[in-house]
């Protein structure tokens, strides 16, 4: 972790360098190592000011904190740096679970990512709907059309490397055509 302490009308002291280091160092735990910061810190009359620039790989956060104390200005801006980090952390993680749970839901229901894709409308009112999946056996075909809402399924057959269609009759029976 790369910091850099400017002081704009006061010295900076090795207390305050020390205490602003012990703060920041929670972030390289959010961030990684590879992280740059840069503080400036300032006093005009009774307010003490604490700007506070966090720059990562993923994501760049600023925060700024102004009391009467210069350690609780610095606390203030370190506490406004951590609630951005982690609301950006919960995002991350948030997508990375509903990623999961659609994948999850593939699976149960044995449609594949692909088979998921939304149709698309053309002009003429047809709706075109794109599916890549692999070759399966009859009995997988039965299975999915159970599974499914559809009335039929396409599918290349794994024995004869044909595309089949496998259908529900009226009647509730099966029917298979070959291509």
Partial sequence: MNVEITGRHLVVTPAL?????????????????????????????DRHTAEILLRSKILTV???????DMYASILRAVEKLEKQALKHKGKIIETKRQRARAG?????????????????????????????????AVEE???????????????????????NVLYRKKDGSLGLIYT
Wanted: net charge positive; proline share 4%.
């Fill in 62 to 68: 600023a925060g700024k904190g102004e009391t009467p």
């Fill in 141 to 163: 075909a039965v299975l999915e059309l159970s599974q499914s809402q559809y009335p039929f399924v396409v599918f290349r057959n794994m024995d004869s490397g044909d595309v």
């Fill in 104 to 136: 999850s839901v593939a699976e149960k229901t044995g449609i594949g990512r692909s088979a998921r894709a939304t149709p698309v409308r053309r002009s003429n009112g047809i709706e075109e709907e794109q599916s890549r999946k692999k070759p399966m």
């Fill in 17 to 45: 360098r020390t205490y602003v280091l012990r703060r920041l160092r929670k972030f390289s735990k959010i961030f990684g190592d590879d992280l740059s910061c840069h503080v400036v810190i300032d006093v005009a009359k």
